[in-house]
């Protein structure tokens, strides 16, 4: 469901069925979503509803009607009550319009306020609800607090730009993934549309800086939480899959040969991992149950 979800959203950004099709088939094989679509937890459906908000939003700006909207509207209201770092994701939405809209008062723009407002008056019981459950205390003895090493701290960032698409315990080609993904990012930089460049840069840089700055300013391990970055990686997907879009439309037969090898390689990459986890969870489950 999810890479329906991220087919409708890139094709949305970037207005390609082939750059779709691409971030979809990556997605299915994600060792990371892989992961936590088995685990009763709410981070696969919190990308889930990030890909729906996100993809709506694009929608409801385009069309400007009041049923675009108000369905934006449930599907923020769903967001924010999946996970509480889901209003870094309406940082990211509320800073996209604005920019977009030239920081006038837009139709849009007021339209999009009128969501968050609802949005967040919607979010108060759940609020009240963590304070009073003492939800909200600060520990400052938890895990992500710890200070970490340097080393371990880019390697941690490392293994876990590498999970998105190859198993991060077994990853020996980390760094040639994280370059394709910081090559995807520059990519965006080429000549692309003005909304999809803004959409991506603001979706990565609210998910990211909120939980990177702390840690690079105090202390901690907030960032190095793969999970926490859920909404970034969703944006990343979209920038790599126009990467790899690109390449194939290219002119030079040499690029468009490279591409396809490159994704190739993913590929094949990605059903080795999936492939080595399920068998790693098969033997979990045979040594906990039948000995």
Same mark, same amino acid.
């Given at each position: 469901?999810?890479?329906?979800?991220?087919?409708?959203?890139?094709?949305?950004?970037?207005? &390609?069925?082939?750059? +779709?099709?691409? #971030?979809? @088939? =990556?997605?299915?094989? $994600? &060792? /990371?979503?892989?992961?936590?679509?088995?685990?009763?937890?709410?981070?696969?459906?919190?990308?889930?509803?990030?890909?729906?908000?996100?993809?709506?939003?694009?929608? #409801?700006?385009?069309?400007? %009607?009041v049923p675009s909207w108000s369905a934006y509207c449930v599907a923020l209201i769903l967001t924010l009550y999946t996970q509480l770092l889901s209003v /870094?994701?309406?940082?990211?939405?509320?800073?996209?319009?604005l920019i977009t809209e030239r920081f006038h008062l837009s139709r849009n723009v007021r339209s999009f306020l009128v969501c968050l407002g609802i949005a967040f008056v919607t979010l108060v019981p759940w609020i009240v609800a963590g304070v009073s459950c003492g939800g909200f205390?600060? &520990?400052?003895d938890h895990f992500t607090a710890l200070k970490v090493s340097p080393a371990r701290f880019s390697s941690s960032w490392s293994n876990n730009l590498?999970?998105?698409?190859?198993?991060?315990?077994?990853?020996?080609?980390s760094g040639l993934v994280v370059a394709l993904e910081i090559g995807a990012l520059l990519s965006l930089l080429l000549p692309v549309a003005k909304k999809t460049r803004i959409f991506l840069f603001a979706l990565i840089s609210c998910s990211v800086l909120? =939980?990177?700055?702390? %840690?690079?300013?105090? +202390? +901690?391990?907030? $960032?190095?939480?793969?999970?926490? !970055?859920?909404?970034?990686?969703?944006?990343? &997907?979209?920038?790599?899959?126009? !990467? /790899? $879009?690109? +390449?194939?439309?290219?002119r030079h037969k040499a690029v468009r040969y490279?591409?396809?090898?490159?994704?190739?390689? @993913?590929l094949i990459g990605q059903g080795q991992s999936c492939w080595l986890y399920i068998q790693k969870s098969f033997q979990f489950f045979f040594l906990a149950y039948w000995q």
């Open positions: 469901m999810k890479s329906t979800e991220l087919y409708w959203l890139c094709s949305e950004l970037f207005e &390609s069925r082939e750059t +779709g099709l691409i #971030a979809a @088939l =990556l997605l299915s094989l $994600s &060792s /990371f979503h892989l992961v936590y679509a088995q685990e009763a937890r709410p981070y696969s459906l919190w990308a889930l509803l990030v890909m729906v908000s996100s993809a709506l939003l694009m929608v #409801a700006m385009r069309r400007t %009607d /870094f994701v309406a940082l990211a939405h509320l800073l996209f319009c205390e600060n &520990s400052s590498c999970w998105l698409y190859l198993c991060h315990r077994d990853c020996s080609y909120p =939980l990177l700055i702390p %840690d690079l300013v105090c +202390g +901690g391990q907030r $960032s190095t939480v793969a999970r926490y !970055l859920t909404p970034a990686l969703v944006g990343l &997907s979209a920038a790599v899959a126009s !990467l /790899f $879009s690109r +390449g194939l439309s290219a490279t591409t396809v090898a490159c994704l190739l390689f @993913l």
